[in-house]
């Protein structure tokens, strides 16, 4: 058994078998084969082991014959390994015991001695683990073949273990079968902790090395609540997180319960409470928390899901597909956010040197003209099936905003000359995530209908952090008075004349709910699980108490103070809010 | 009969001797395969023993075996062979050791 320590990002406790990801995503899920089918899966590891030494021999001979003695030397071990009779038979074991499919025997045989090669002092002979993983990644790919490795192919419930989720990885995941995630990478606002939210499942990050520590096939609890990762518990740990898992599933039955109250303060100020969502099909789970829409739509992982660049009737399709389902509700549809840290296949084979500055969203929009058309289409098509409001994201300054609403424009004038029928007065409205737009918010204001606060990135380009490097993710704090100075005056000087709504991580934060109710917001919109946690703050506060909360925030000048203040004040009306 | 009495169940002859690693990067990558693929030519079986604080018994005829022995720059093992040609396996593998595997 074995405790790791990491950042809890996502609550519940999930018990179950691990896969582990690297680098290349490969998954190989525990699946079993007949007994009468032993000696015919040990053949095809022979075969697959053949294939690789041939392979990996006439690579070694061309390396030589140009001279790359050093490549050559390491393709060499590689050879060496794969000749090892006791790692081959191992292998063979494990199959013949275990009754395990080859590529899960491969891996479960390889992952222990990489997890025992990791843990040498030594530091030349502890690097040799990459070799190790290189060896397995050479075997699977013989015994698998690229392609069918991905985590759509699961069969069986399991918990993902990976270095980070890439956000094509998870737009791909075959959500019926996930049950957690740990990570060795990655913060509170990582991609892993977002998706995890979404998918209502407990999520543990930022862990170092679990990748490492893990083999497939482990038993793996990833308790969310906490933070803590327990590999191959005992009897005793596993009862007692059972039950903390029971426990926790009671409450949220009991927070449920708030459902059908409204998001209403003590002194009667109605707030609205709405969801974030990456599938159409998210829309039913977000109604079921007691969203009252969907404050925003991420649009991107149309992109990200499959190969090609999704097509209008792709769109238009998830578009009417979430308007169907959330009969009249609004859905707030933010036009595609690419770059930075999500790429489509094609775009990521060309890394930019500084990609949250560079050619990212709005942007890279901007740049490919027909492809932010298609969807604009798509977007106007839909605006007549139910309540449709389209937004921009990283408006930085005014110009693109108004590149933007004229591209819009010329959209409609097409769909008016084909006939087609669109809401010629759709709300149209922009994410306030860079510092310049918040500072410019009273100009802004004039020439949208909405504004929706982003805190991810408002708080990475104000306070310069990368939130997914562990070694600076403790500086991103959304209580730092800088921040909370800007989403303040975006907040007053937007709601005079225009709404204004936050749809970052901060919004589904009970800790920053006092906060922000003080400071005026009255939309929020976040992850669905956290929609019953914050309705119970709004409606165990007055609105006058919220201010005065606000007040005594904005006086202070490190984030440390803010946390521990709104932590004591939350606690006091909500005593379960941590 | 001047066979040790120790031996006297054991079908085939036993051989050992005591080294210490003096090569500078140790037990490595290379050297672990150099003597792998030496133990693989005799038909005894190898073992490699470490003592100390992990104490660890290695099959010398699997490389990855000899790298998990952690056998760094200065650490004392014990060569065992137990086969028809042990001594001559333990002589020769020994000698790969005061060598320094080719290293200087």
Redesign the interface.
């Known amino acids: 058994m074995e405790i790791k320590k990491g950042i809890g990002v996502s609550p519940g406790v999930a018990i179950s078998t691990a896969i582990v990801l690297d680098a290349e995503t490969l998954a190989v899920p525990r699946r079993q084969i007949l007994a009468p089918n032993v000696d015919a899966e040990i053949l095809r590891f022979q075969n697959a082991l053949r294939e690789t030494i041939e392979h990996l021999s006439r690579q070694r001979d061309d390396l030589l014959a140009n001279q790359r003695k050093e490549i050559a030397?390491?393709i060499?071990?590689h050879i060496?390994?794969l000749?090892?009779?006791?790692?081959t038979d191992q292998i063979e074991t494990e199959i013949r015991t275990h009754l395990n499919t080859a590529e899960y025997a491969v891996s479960v045989v390889m992952r222990k001695?990489a997890a025992?090669?990791s843990r040498?002092?030594?530091r030349?002979?502890s690097e040799?683990v990459k070799?190790i993983h290189d060896i397995e990644r050479q075997l699977l790919q013989r015994l698998i073949g690229r392609g069918r490795l991905e985590l759509a192919h699961l069969t069986g419930d399991v918990v993902v273990i990976a270095r980070d989720m890439l956000p094509s990885q998870t737009a791909s995941l075959d959500k019926k079968f996930v049950k957690g995630f740990a990570t060795d990478a990655g913060g509170r606002t990582s991609h892993t902790a977002i998706v995890a939210r979404a998918m209502g499942i407990p999520a543990v990050v930022g862990l170092g090395d679990i990748t490492a520590e893990v083999s497939a096939g482990d038993t793996v609890i990833i308790d969310g609540n906490h933070g803590i990762v327990i590999i191959n518990p005992d009897e005793q740990v596993l009862a007692e997180n059972r039950e903390a898992g029971k426990r926790y599933l009671e409450q949220e039955t009991q927070l449920e319960s708030l459902l059908e109250l409204p998001a209403q303060t003590l002194d009667g100020h109605l707030i609205s409470l709405m969801a974030n969502i990456e599938f159409p099909t998210e829309v039913d789970d977000a109604l079921r928390r007691g969203a009252e829409g969907i404050g925003l739509y991420r649009t991107e992982f149309l992109y990200l899901a499959s190969d090609h660049e999704p097509s209008e009737e792709e769109h238009y399709g998830s578009y009417a597909d979430a308007l169907l389902r959330l009969k009249n509700r609004p859905l707030v549809i933010r036009t595609v956010d690419l770059g930075a840290d999500k790429y489509t296949q094609d775009k990521a084979s060309h890394p930019e040197r500084n990609p949250f500055l560079g050619d990212r969203s709005i942007r890279m929009c901007l740049h490919d003209i027909p492809m932010f058309k298609r969807q604009l289409r798509a977007i106007m098509r839909a605006s007549v099936l139910g309540d449709v409001r389209v937004m921009f994201p990283m408006i930085t300054t005014l110009m693109e905003l108004r590149q933007a609403k004229m591209l819009l424009n010329d959209v409609m004038e097409e769909l008016e000359d084909e006939g087609v029928s669109y809401n010629r007065d759709i709300p149209v409205g922009m994410m306030i995530e860079v510092p310049s737009a918040a500072l410019m918010a009273e100009k802004f204001a004039k020439e949208v209908n909405f504004f929706s606060i982003g805190t991810n990135d408002l708080i990475q380009y104000t306070l310069a952090v990368d939130r997914t490097n562990e070694k600076v993710a403790g500086l991103f704090c959304p209580g730092h008075p800088a921040v909370l100075g800007l989403i303040r005056d975006v907040v007053r000087k937007g709601s005079r004349s225009i709404g204004v709504s936050m749809c970052g991580e901060m919004a589904g934060e009970p800790l920053y709910t006092l906060l922000l109710l003080g400071l005026g917001l009255t939309t929020f919109s976040m992850n669905a699980p956290d929609i019953p946690e914050i309705k119970k703050i709004i409606r165990s506060t007055t609105m006058e108490h919220a201010r005065g909360v606000a007040r005594r925030v904005m006086t202070f000048d490190n984030e440390r103070q803010v946390v521990h203040y709104l932590r004591d004040e939350t606690r006091k009306i909500d005593p379960e809010a941590f | 009969m001047s066979r040790p009495s120790t031996h006297v169940h054991s079908a085939m002859p036993k051989a050992s001797r005591d080294i210490i690693v003096s090569n500078s990067?140790?037990l490595?990558?290379?050297p672990a395969?150099q003597f792998?693929?030496l133990a693989n030519q005799f038909r005894s079986r190898v073992t490699v023993s470490k003592g100390g604080q992990e104490p660890y018994d290695a099959?010398g005829?699997?490389?990855?075996?000899m790298?998990?022995l952690?056998a760094?720059q200065g650490t004392p093992l014990k060569i065992l062979a137990d086969g028809d040609d042990a001594d001559v396996a333990v002589e020769k593998l020994a000698k790969l050791f005061d060598d320094k595997f080719g290293e200087e």
Not at chain 1, 83 to 87: A, G, I, N, S, V
Not at chain 2, 61 to 65: A, D, N, P
């Open positions: 030397g390491i060499d071990f060496g390994v000749h090892d009779k006791t790692l001695y025992v090669f040498m002092a030594d030349y002979l040799r070799d | 990067l140790g490595h990558a290379r395969m792998v693929d099959d005829k699997s490389v990855m075996q790298i998990i952690a760094t």
